[in-house]
């Protein structure tokens, strides 16, 4: 690899860690919540985890379902601007 190359790698390295670690601690604080109370759910019996489950996944649904919403047009574009189509 020459010189410009590795620089120009090594600059994508950078930019890539740089948002991704944020992103990366925000998904394992997220997870680990939703981890740690399922434990504490289920330390309450089947009926207690059970309805745990059910609320964990609607509250998910109703997370998601807004998120795809806004994320559709954002990634159409960019999918045209890639192709070389500017829309």
Do not use: K, W
Not at 57 to 63: A, M
Not at 75 to 81: A, I, L, M, Y
Request: aromatic residues 6%; charged residues 15%.
């Amino acid at each position: 690899m020459d010189d410009v190359a590795r620089r120009v790698y090594e600059t994508l390295e950078v930019g890539l860690v740089r948002q991704g670690l944020p992103i990366g601690g925000q998904m394992l604080a997220e997870f680990g919540a939703f981890a740690a109370m399922s434990l504490i759910a289920g330390r309450g019996g089947t009926t207690n985890a059970a309805a745990h489950a059910i609320i964990n996944c609607l509250t998910d649904v109703s997370y998601v379902l807004p998120l795809v919403g806004d994320n559709t047009p954002c990634s159409s574009r960019q999918e045209g601007r890639g192709a070389g189509i500017f829309h």
